[in-house]
């Protein structure tokens, strides 16, 4: 009795992520499906299969909506912004949870806030126009990578509270410095939660749509978000080639997830159970 109960339990907890699972796969599926057919056939957005394949579309995509060199400008900005980002995140976990004093406790929890703030744009924009920042490529890096070191911290910090701090002080007994210690002992060791920050941030700045809205003037300079956003505005009744548009920006961020989903997976779990 007990056993049938347990395959009707695992029955309908199945049937209940595969409900889940089709809710999020239909609107891919449609989005894939249009983005193969012409214009008229594409106005309805309906799931049938295209009457002639247009592979035509994204050419005609990449083209017009100048992909590559929004393309471009989204990894390098992601690129750099996720290395400064996870370099000083890891270097500020390490320090803090090393040394917990009530000072840096305190400077642990308002680093953390930033998760949880809301960006002050005004203020922001001040700030930005004070330093000549604004609409250029290295401020909208810096920018993207203030905005992802809270998280990081957080992550990071939980994962050095689990290493043993008898490593710290064998690397100090053997001649390293501090640096030495950090680069040489502790960063290997971090490579999972690091990977697995890594590539969150990667996905969070290349997703990113209203801080290069507000700071970005320049259309040369934008990321890819905006660039979908503006060939939008143009080809709005266009759903063919809109929906070939969303395909092609999608890729990217499907592949970094299905390349590092394992180093996800464990980096959270190893920064949930250490520290």
């Known amino acids: ?16 992520m595969a409900s889940i699972s089709l809710v999020i796969l239909i609107p891919v599926v449609m989005i894939v499906i249009n983005s193969f ?20 579309n994204y050419a005609t995509v990449i083209e017009k909506a100048k992909l590559m060199q929004s393309f471009l400008n989204s990894i390098e900005y992601s ?36 998760i949880a703030m809301p960006i002050n744009f005004v203020a922001l924009m001040k700030v930005m126009q004070s330093l000549q920042i604004i ?13 992802q070191i809270p998280f ?9 509270g689990g290493l043993p701090v008898e490593l710290d002080e064998a690397s100090i007994l053997d001649g390293c410095n501090p640096l030495q210690l950090f680069g040489l002992v502790i960063l290997p060791l971090l490579k999972p939660v690091v990977i697995t920050v890594f590539i969150l941030n990667f996905l969070n700045t290349w997703n990113e749509f209203i801080l290069p809205l507000y700071y970005m003037n320049d259309s040369q300079s934008w990321p890819i978000t905006l660039s979908v956003y503006s060939f939008f505005g143009r080809y709005s009744s266009d759903w063919h080639l809109v929906c070939a548009d969303i395909v092609l920006i999608c890729i990217p961020v499907v592949a970094v997830y299905l390349l590092g989903q394992k180093y996800i997976i464990s980096g959270m779990t190893a920064g949930a159970v250490k520290g």
């Open 1 to 16: 009795m007990k056993k049938n109960r347990n395959i009707f339990t695992a029955i309908l907890k199945n049937l209940f």
């Open 37 to 56: 057919k012409d214009k008229r056939q594409s106005s309805s957005m309906g799931m049938e299969l295209p009457k002639v394949w247009h592979f035509e």
């Open 79 to 114: 690129v750099f912004a996720v290395i400064i980002s996870v370099l000083l995140a890891a270097l500020a976990a390490f320090v803090l949870s090393r040394n917990r004093t009530k000072l840096n406790r305190l400077l642990y929890y308002i680093i953390i806030m930033g």
């Open 135 to 147: 609409n250029t490529r290295i401020g909208i890096i810096l920018l993207y990578a203030a905005i």
């Open 152 to 160: 990081s911290v957080f992550l990071i910090y939980a994962f050095v």
